[in-house]
């Protein structure tokens, strides 16, 4: 597309959802483009990449798996189409999830976790702490029986957002390197947006892909704003020296005291320590407390951690919604779409998302699988006169 011509869509955000939204719309022969100071960076710089629609599960979240689910299921022909198409390496890995409990409160949750799988369907294994360590021998002895998960593999969010990138390169999607600062209206409809440098960029249709800071976008009518809020989860890489190789063999979870802790081993050698989950607002700051916690949680689980070199430390905000599902499709506003709200599972549902936006860039409707998530969920009920 010429950098010139209005183009079809402008996608606000460039992290993975805006830039797999701007790419699929590409390929249903619109001009795309995106807008974002930095594309390819955002939340995906920090998650670890953990495609677990089976693990994830929560009570109250049967709607939400039906998409998760179908987002997993695409994902080898999405990661292939990707890896074709740009020759990058996405790492992506199919090695299972053992999710594990380390005493017997840990162990009564993960059995009530357990139920709730087999009652919505899903395959997962019950296995004995013997079981478990003959799986992963570097976990502590302690450790009281676990969930043998094959279908929740990994990618390498870092990887996704690379080819991403590479892929809206090819499919002439036009970058603008700039922060947007208001989104412009007209005729209550969407028309583009304002930039930071005062450039005013106008577009057929918008979508609001800016992750947790979708709900701040000067210029959207108040009854439109998504209702996003940030969650902070700090994150740490580690290094697992050759001597140590192999140190995993697939993601291990658990929940120690109450808290959620997982291990991500990366073909490459990495492993990837987290998550905490806070409601701090907008601060991005690595503190010493998080750290700490993250270390001692993994060395209850996996003892031998402790001797492998820490490689970085992050912290991201995840965009969290009011029922911890994503914002998808058209809004009241004419024109403007979103494209946000994924919390959680945001590397987990690229797949679905590009398709259901481009599907809705295209015919104004979302699909079968995606209407329980338009944002018109959260319009303010009109009170009568």
């Known amino acids: 597309m010429s ?7 402008l996608v606000i955000g460039g992290g993975i959802i805006g ?11 619109l001009a795309a483009a995106v807008v974002d100071p930095d594309p390819g960076g955002g939340a995906a710089q920090v998650a670890a ?15 939400l798996l039906g998409l998760n689910l179908a987002s997993a299921r695409r994902y080898p022909g999405f990661a292939a189409e990707l890896t074709d198409l740009t020759g990058q390496d996405l790492g992506y890995r199919r090695c299972g999830t053992l999710a594990v409990a380390l005493d017997s409160d840990d162990r009564a949750e993960l059995r009530e976790l357990h139920a709730l799988q087999r009652q919505s369907g899903l395959d997962s294994q ?71 440098s005062g ?14 800071w979708s709900g701040r976008l000067a210029g959207v009518p108040d009854d439109v704003l998504p209702p996003v809020r940030p969650v902070k ?76 070199p820490l490689t970085e430390t992050r912290a991201g905000l995840r965009p969290g919604s ?5 914002l998808l499709g058209p809004t009241a506003l004419d024109g403007l779409l979103l494209a946000t709200g994924h919390h959680r599972n945001g590397v987990l549902l690229t797949p679905v998302t590009g398709e259901v936006l481009a599907h809705a860039l295209v015919t104004g409707g979302l699909p079968e699988e995606a209407r329980a998530f338009s944002p018109r969920r959260f319009a303010p009920v009109e009170r009568a006169a």
């Open 126 to 196: 019950w296995l004995s702490g013997r079981d478990c360590r003959r799986l992963e021998p570097m976990l502590a002895p302690g450790v009281r029986g676990g969930l043998r998960v094959d279908g929740d593999h990994q990618i390498d969010p870092r990887r996704l957002a690379a080819a991403l990138l590479a892929a809206c390169g090819r499919a002439g999607v036009v970058l603008h390197r700039e922060r947007a600062e208001r989104l412009t209206v007209a005729g209550d409809r969407a028309t583009g947006v304002v930039t930071r």
């Open 233 to 308: 989860g700090q994150v740490l890489r580690l290094s697992v020296p050759q001597r140590y190789a192999p140190f995993l063999s697939r993601t291990v979870r658990a929940v120690v005291r109450g808290s959620q802790v997982y291990l991500v081993p990366r073909e490459n050698g990495e492993l990837v320590v987290g998550a905490t989950s806070e409601e701090l607002g907008w601060d991005t700051t690595v503190t010493a407390g998080g750290v700490y916690e993250l270390l001692r949680d993994a060395h209850e689980l996996v003892p031998g951690l402790t001797e492998l």
């Open 3 to 9: 950098p010139t011509r209005t183009p079809d869509v």
């Open 322 to 326: 009011p029922d911890n599902a994503p």
């Open 199 to 212: 450039a005013v960029l106008g577009a057929g249709q918008v979508v609001l892909a800016a992750g947790s």
């Open 19 to 29: 830039l797999v939204t701007a790419w699929r719309a590409a390929q249903r022969g």
């Open 49 to 63: 990449g953990m495609l677990a629609a089976v693990t994830e599960l929560h009570h109250g979240e049967q709607t």
